[in-house]
């Protein structure tokens, strides 16, 4: 089993849509946790990080289930701008490692 | 405010040459270091981390090296490239520590490379 696994979609949903994406880790241990975005062909930038309370930063909003060991985030009313790759990332111990998941593509329609 | 810098941008390299990347930051002091790799399709996978001047740690078999030489300079380096090398190379930085905000890391714009 992979450490953080994503859907990678594509994801298409019309422009003023709700769209929800998951994701898994296999490691109980994990201790941070975030939502990247990347765009096509450039770096990955931090979107937000993952608290256990769940937090929402303006249309998107991450949550974690530590029991069922997935995070997810919501984003809603998309725009065109949010078209981009979203990756799951999960620092799970040893000293300074991150784990990336794949990532999944989201396409904003008009 | 924290930058990070990372050359070339793009790069075409024949099998067996050798490679240099370069990755600089500015703004903070004995950052964590980290060098990733995304093949085309792919997640990002950890090449190189470095908590100091002179300290890496590799975490996959490969041929290619990474030296520390400055507290704040990171370089990706083969000396025979192999077409499986192809790939868009991403150095990072996060801050030193044991604290959550620590894995919180910050790229730079990459360098993608074409092995022919």
């Known amino acids: 089993r992979k450490e953080v696994e994503q859907d990678p979609g594509p994801f298409n949903v019309p422009e003023g849509a709700t769209v929800a994406f998951n994701c898994t880790y296999s490691?109980?241990?994990?201790?941070?946790f975030f939502w990247y975005r990347q765009d096509c062909r450039k770096e990955p930038k931090l979107l937000m990080s993952?608290?256990?309370s769940g937090n929402e930063d303006g249309r998107f909003t991450a949550q974690l289930n530590r029991a069922s060991q997935y995070i997810s985030l919501l984003i809603r009313d998309s725009k065109l701008s949010d078209s981009a790759t979203y990756l799951c990332?999960?620092?799970?111990?040893?000293?300074?490692?991150?784990?990336f998941g794949i990532g999944t593509k989201l396409q904003v329609i008009p | 405010s924290q930058t990070i810098h990372q050359w070339p941008a793009t790069l075409v390299q024949p099998v067996g040459s050798p490679l240099s990347l370069e990755c600089t930051v500015e703004?903070?002091?004995?950052?964590?270091l980290y060098w990733y790799r995304q093949a085309a399709g792919r997640g990002l996978q950890l090449l190189f981390y470095?908590?100091?001047?002179?300290?890496i740690s590799s975490e996959v078999p490969q041929n290619l090296s990474a030296s520390r030489p400055q507290d704040r300079q990171f370089i990706l380096s083969s000396k025979k490239l192999l077409l499986s090398d192809s790939g868009f190379y991403l150095c990072?930085?996060?801050?030193?520590?044991?604290?959550?905000?620590?894995?919180?890391?910050?790229f730079g714009a990459g360098s993608r490379l074409t092995v022919l």
């Open positions: 990072a930085w996060s801050v030193s520590g044991h604290y959550s905000g620590a894995n919180v890391l910050t």
């Open positions: 490691n109980s241990a994990s201790q941070s």
């Open positions: 993952v608290y256990s």
């Open positions: 990332v999960v620092y799970s111990g040893g000293y300074q490692k991150v784990t």
């Open positions: 703004g903070t002091s004995n950052p964590n």
């Open positions: 470095s908590v100091g001047i002179g300290q």
